[in-house]
């Protein structure tokens, strides 16, 4: 690795050692994102894909998407040990014979190319973690979003990407569905956070899918005849009952259901209450 690149100011102290290590590794290793934070806890996923995300815009890190012979989209990543004016991948033979068998995050045996001062890294199709999002047809996933970005001003450590922001969306989404609060849901994911976060998205999902509240029970709201103090039918906001307005025969109809005989009990409370109010005001 030449001084130019362990020396880049351009790039952090991670991702000259991220830079390293892939360089280091044998002709089609394969590693992530993920398995790379798995190696290194106290960076994170976070610190990891914020390193890479350098060597991207330093040009030291390519990403080439392609369709093999069989159809399947494939990623492959070349990683260089300057940075490269131009990139242009070579275009992948189709492989044959029986195939090997393999796990993501291994470090495969093998000699490295010397040959060669390209590394190429196998990763997955970007296309497995792709994010859906839904049409935010009443607000809500607007809102959601909102929510998450707001989750930074409470503890920087909270600060999300805008895929990773997309990806917990649908959650808070669920949650304002079920008629949960803003503080309700900033509650949940900022109580009691540990003292160190490897990754915020797997936090704030993990403790959004563990609280989720049940769906809260929404009551018919009733108001009062203004002569009568009866309730009046669901859905009459004002005015008199259909009894006040001289309409005895759709009582039982325009009722909403209630049962006549409560409603004529209720009446005789209200007019003894206010009986016993009057008296008690004469008294004084």
Request: proline fraction near 7%; charge should be positive.
């Given at each position: 690795?030449?001084?130019?690149?362990?020396?880049?100011?351009?790039?952090?102290?991670?991702?000259?050692?991220?830079?390293?290590?892939?360089?280091?590794?044998?002709?089609?290793?394969?590693?992530?994102?993920?398995?790379?934070?798995?190696?290194?806890?106290?960076?994170?996923?976070?610190?990891?894909?914020?390193?890479?995300?350098?060597?991207?815009?330093?040009?030291?890190?390519?990403?080439?998407?392609?369709?093999?012979?069989?159809?399947?989209?494939?990623?492959?990543?070349?990683?260089?040990?300057?940075?490269?004016?131009?990139?242009?991948?070579?275009?992948?033979?189709?492989?044959?014979?029986?195939?090997?068998?393999?796990?993501?995050?291994?470090?495969?045996?093998?000699?490295?190319?010397?040959?060669?001062?390209?590394?190429?890294?196998?990763?997955?199709?970007?296309?497995?973690?792709?994010?859906?999002?839904?049409?935010?047809?009443?607000?809500?996933?607007?809102?959601?979003?909102?929510?998450?970005?707001?989750?930074?001003?409470?503890?920087?450590?909270?600060?999300?990407?805008?895929?990773?922001?997309?990806?917990?969306?649908?959650?808070?989404?669920?949650?304002?569905?079920?008629?949960?609060?803003?503080?309700?849901?900033?509650?949940?994911?900022?109580?009691?956070?540990?003292?160190?976060?490897?990754s915020a998205a797997k936090l704030v999902t993990d403790r959004l899918t563990r609280k989720l509240p049940a769906p809260r029970r929404s009551w018919e709201s009733y108001v009062d005849c203004a002569e009568c103090r009866n309730p009046l039918p669901v859905g009459q906001a004002s005015g008199i009952c259909a009894r006040c307005a001289g309409l005895s025969a759709p009582v039982a109809v325009e009722s909403g259901g209630l049962d006549l005989g409560v409603v004529a009990t209720a009446a005789r409370i209200r007019e003894a209450m206010r009986a016993?109010?009057?008296?008690?005001?004469?008294?004084?």
């Amino acid at each position: 690795m030449p001084n130019s690149a362990a020396r880049h100011r351009g790039l952090s102290f991670t991702a000259r050692g991220i830079l390293v290590h892939l360089l280091s590794l044998p002709s089609g290793a394969r590693e992530d994102v993920r398995t790379l934070a798995d190696r290194n806890p106290v960076v994170g996923r976070k610190g990891v894909q914020d390193a890479v995300e350098e060597l991207i815009r330093e040009r030291y890190y390519f990403r080439h998407t392609y369709r093999d012979d069989q159809g399947r989209v494939r990623t492959e990543t070349f990683v260089f040990d300057t940075p490269q004016a131009e990139f242009s991948p070579v275009p992948v033979p189709p492989g044959t014979g029986s195939p090997v068998s393999g796990r993501t995050g291994t470090l495969p045996s093998g000699v490295k190319d010397l040959g060669s001062r390209t590394q190429e890294i196998s990763l997955p199709s970007p296309s497995s973690d792709s994010v859906a999002v839904a049409p935010d047809e009443d607000g809500r996933a607007g809102e959601a979003e909102r929510i998450l970005g707001r989750l930074e001003a409470v503890d920087g450590r909270l600060r999300l990407s805008r895929r990773q922001t997309q990806s917990v969306t649908p959650l808070v989404t669920q949650w304002l569905q079920r008629g949960a609060t803003v503080a309700e849901i900033t509650d949940a994911v900022t109580q009691g956070l540990p003292e160190r976060i490897y990754s915020a998205a797997k936090l704030v999902t993990d403790r959004l899918t563990r609280k989720l509240p049940a769906p809260r029970r929404s009551w018919e709201s009733y108001v009062d005849c203004a002569e009568c103090r009866n309730p009046l039918p669901v859905g009459q906001a004002s005015g008199i009952c259909a009894r006040c307005a001289g309409l005895s025969a759709p009582v039982a109809v325009e009722s909403g259901g209630l049962d006549l005989g409560v409603v004529a009990t209720a009446a005789r409370i209200r007019e003894a209450m206010r009986a016993r109010r009057v008296v008690a005001g004469g008294a004084r």
